[in-house]
Nanobody, 121 residues
Framework: QLQLVESGGGLVQPGGSLRLSCAAS????????AGWFRQVPGKEREAVLC????????NYADSVKGRFTISRDHAKNTVYLQMNALRPEDTAIYYC??????????????WGQGTQVTVSS
């Protein structure tokens, strides 16, 4: 079964950090771009960051610049989202996705089930 499984979400205070993981099973992420999206209930899903198969990163959300970074570990078949200086407005369900390129990620390919991130004091 081909799937992406996110982990690492939870409750964190403003200013804190979290690292989300996205592990692929049933297929290798090599050759795929992988990205992170987030969604707040009642709002559209928002693209956050994408990393290409060769490691180049694309940032889609100005609000996370300088605070969030995306990385990948080919040996572990996993993509990470490091989130620092978290703000209450970062609260959302975070989804991992994989596609052949960052140009099409989110419109085709694979999705994870999501992990909740809550930033609150």
């Amino acid at each position: 079964q081909l799937q992406l499984v996110e982990s690492g979400g939870g409750l964190v205070q403003p200013g804190g950090s979290l690292r989300l993981s996205c592990a692929a099973s049933g297929f290798t992420l090599d050759g795929y771009a992988a990205g992170w999206f987030r969604q707040v209930p009642g709002k559209e899903r928002e693209a956050v960051l994408c990393v290409s198969s060769n490691g180049g990163a694309t940032n889609y959300a100005d609000s996370v610049k300088g605070r969030f970074t995306i990385s990948r570990d080919h040996a572990k078949n996993t993509v990470y989202l490091q989130m620092n200086a978290l703000r209450p407005e970062d609260t959302a369900i975070y989804y991992c996705a994989a596609a052949r390129s960052c140009n099409v990620i989110g419109t085709r390919g694979y999705w994870g089930q999501g992990t909740q991130v809550t930033v609150s004091s």
